[in-house]
Nanobody
Framework: QVQLVESGGGLVQPGGSLRLSCAAS????????MGWYRQAPGKQRELVATFTSGGYTTYADSVKGRFTISGAVAKNTLYLQMNFLKPEDTAVYYC?????????WGQGTQVTVSS
């Protein structure tokens, strides 16, 4: 099993930055794929970015060039650096892990972009 705990959400003005963290209960090198998803009110959950144990990353078109996903092996932590935030980035952000055919989710952290 993998437990995931997100942190770092909050209220930020348009154009601002936030860094989300996802602390995993085991080494992120042992997890096949980790990722960040988000869900805005009234919308379906969508993939934001993924990070594999080999360090390969992918991004949704809507966040390319603004968001960066990375992993800190020593801390068992996945990060999402979010720059140039827009109001449409407002959502609950969830950390996800896929390992050995199972999928795990964190509890989510709220990100609100508003002036």
């Amino acid at each position: 099993q993998v437990q995931l705990v997100e942190s770092g959400g909050g209220l930020v003005q348009p154009g601002g930055s936030l860094r989300l963290s996802c602390a995993a209960s085991r080494s992120i090198l042992s997890i096949n794929t980790m990722g960040w998803y988000r869900q805005a009110p009234g919308k379906q959950r969508e993939l934001v970015a993924t990070f594999t144990s080999g360090g390969y990353t992918t991004y949704a078109d809507s966040v390319k060039g603004r968001f960066t996903i990375s992993g800190a092996v020593a801390k068992n932590t996945l990060y999402l650096q979010m720059n140039f935030l827009k109001p449409e980035d407002t959502a609950v952000y969830y950390c996800n892990a896929k390992k050995s055919g199972s999928e795990y989710w964190g509890q989510g952290t709220q990100v609100t972009v508003s002036s």
